[in-house]
């Protein structure tokens, strides 16, 4: 089957058809080009979505712990690998597939534009060699009606009698002439029509077939490229599937890592507190006062007692009244961390300790390197200076020293806080004898330690002595209670101000925690002061800014 024989006749319709095939050439390359920006634009969104839910590692602290959320960023880290094997199907698509096509396409229409110039230049050729023979045939036809006009006017004069003999001769001249004229173009016309006939079997069967063949050859490759790039661009695929299975294999690895025992374990050591749950609530009897006048029987002694609690309860009320024109207490120090509760306090002292224990293992390797670098110097001058070393060596010894400083001084508050925790039980039941050693403070400035020996503590006021500031202020009625709180853990309240209280007990509110960790109590005696606010379960009531609870 060959297109110069059995379409001889179609070269418009083989002009259209090559034309149709280089548009529908371009068409694929546009299809490929495109599905490459989806590729990529799906790649860029993968990694613009893996780096949004990334964990921004700015501190220690914000590293992932639970398994849950270490296997979710396994299955980020796997997501983004596989966003780079979309890239990759991109760029191979790119360099193989589209590249190639355009390249192609270009040759293809100069080859096409070649072999249609060729085919029309042949075609113009003949329809020159049938115009000359056209050309000829009607000159030869012409001369042959003018050859037999010359004739029938010669034999015209022949027969008339009239005629003169010079009449008769000039017109046998004259068909002699015509002719004569008429056998030249009749050979020329002869010739033409050889030529022509030549002319024109050579097209049909030498020239356009071999036109036609080139072009049929030129569509067949066209559809082998086609074929090329149509495998191509499947296997652009197929290559990154097996690095594509193993970033969905470690994704489903990343997913049976998840262990929720160990996740629970370590919400237990991230928040366990090391205290022990409270005890039973104590019964407090108020009536005492009341059946010891009684029994007493004097007006005397009645007073006498009642002066004792006007003391009692003016100490209470100047010592809660203290604070308002004074400062509050700051917060707690966090060099030692003991604002944390213990278990936590402990945990971060042995970071620290870690922590600082390797930045003393870089300094002393620091110095024993300097301290090499200096005697290489000493046995070899002209290699450098000894003493250039000295300052060097001075600040890595200082370094070790104020290192050892810090470790000695967190593995005292360590080994305080693992002492102390196993005798936090016995504490809460001496919480009693706490209930007056608020009395008597200047200030209530200091932060607020487990062990009470650490608070920073002011200097003791006697009882019964008022200054003239206080007595200002005895008789004004107390704040109003905007709420109830109950102790969650047990407040020595060793600092002025300060109130003690025992887990589990219930105290009114009478003012909120201002931002600096302490909120005011009373209790239902009306000693007044300062408790942490973490230590307590706060509940307001709802006619002072709703009912909230702080924990």
Request: proline share 4%.
């Amino acid at each position: 089957m060959s297109w110069g024989t059995e379409l001889w006749d179609q070269f418009d319709s083989l002009d259209k058809h090559t034309q149709w095939g280089i548009d529908f050439l371009e068409r694929y390359a546009k299809f490929v080009k495109e599905r490459i920006e989806i590729e990529q634009n799906y790649a860029k969104q993968l990694r613009n979505l893996v780096k949004k839910y990334c964990p921004k590692r700015s501190s220690k602290d914000e590293e992932p712990r639970f398994t849950s959320c270490i296997a979710f960023f396994n299955i980020l880290n796997e997501l983004n690998d596989y966003a780079g094997q979309r890239e990759v199907v991109a760029e191979e698509m790119a360099h193989r597939v589209y590249g190639e096509l355009m390249r192609y396409a270009h040759d293809l229409k100069t080859e096409r534009k070649m072999h249609l110039q060729e085919g029309r230049k042949a075609q113009q050729y003949l329809d020159m060699c049938w115009k000359q023979m056209d050309n000829s045939k009607k000159k030869f036809e012409r001369e042959c009606r003018e050859a037999e006009k010359a004739q029938q006017s010669y034999e015209r004069l022949d027969n008339d009698t009239n005629a003169t003999k010079a009449d008769v001769e000039k017109a046998k001249q004259q068909l002699n002439l015509r002719t004569h004229m008429a056998d030249e173009n009749k050979n020329e016309y002869a010739a033409q029509l050889q030529n022509f006939n030549g002319e024109q079997h050579k097209h049909f069967y030498v020239v356009i077939p071999q036109i036609y063949k080139q072009l049929q050859e030129m569509d067949e490759r066209r559809t082998i490229k086609l074929s090329e790039c149509y495998r191509g661009f499947a296997d652009s695929e197929r290559k990154v599937i097996p690095i594509i299975s193993k970033c969905l294999e470690g994704m489903i690895l990343a997913a049976k890592s998840v262990d929720e025992r160990r996740d629970s374990q370590m919400v237990v050591d991230s928040f366990k507190s090391g205290f022990e749950p409270p005890g039973d609530f104590p019964f407090e009897d108020y009536s005492q006062h009341i059946y010891r006048t009684i029994s007493d029987g004097t007006i005397s002694a009645a007073k006498q007692e009642s002066g004792k609690m006007d003391s009692k309860s003016t100490v209470g009320k100047a010592k809660g009244k203290l604070w308002l024109f004074g400062k509050k207490p700051k917060g707690p120090a966090l060099e030692d961390f003991s604002h944390l509760p213990p278990e936590q306090r402990r945990k971060k002292l042995q970071q620290r300790i870690d922590e600082l224990n390797r930045g003393l293992q870089k300094e002393a390797d620091q110095k024993e390197a300097l301290n090499k670098m200096k005697d290489v110097y000493e046995k070899n001058p002209q290699m450098g200076d000894p003493g250039s070393l000295q300052p060097k060596l001075a600040e890595t010894m200082n370094n070790i020293d104020r290192l050892r400083m810090e470790i000695h001084k967190n593995e005292a508050w360590l080994s305080e806080v693992e002492g102390k925790t196993g005798i936090r039980g016995d504490r809460r039941h001496s919480s009693d004898i706490n209930h007056l050693v608020t009395q008597g403070r200047e200030s209530p400035e200091g932060s607020y330690t487990d062990d009470a020996n650490q608070e920073v503590r002011g200097p003791p006021q006697q009882h019964g002595h008022h200054s003239e500031f206080d007595d200002e202020f005895e008789d004004d009625d107390p704040l109003p209670a905007i709420g109830h709180c109950k102790a969650i853990y047990p407040f020595d309240g060793h600092n002025e101000g300060t109130l003690a209280m025992k887990e589990g007990e219930v105290l009114y509110i009478i003012e909120e925690d201002k931002g600096d960790g302490w909120t005011r109590a009373r209790r239902q005696n009306g000693e007044e002061g300062y408790v942490p606010t973490t230590y307590i379960d706060v509940t307001l009531e709802k006619s002072s800014k709703g009912a909230v609870t702080y924990i």
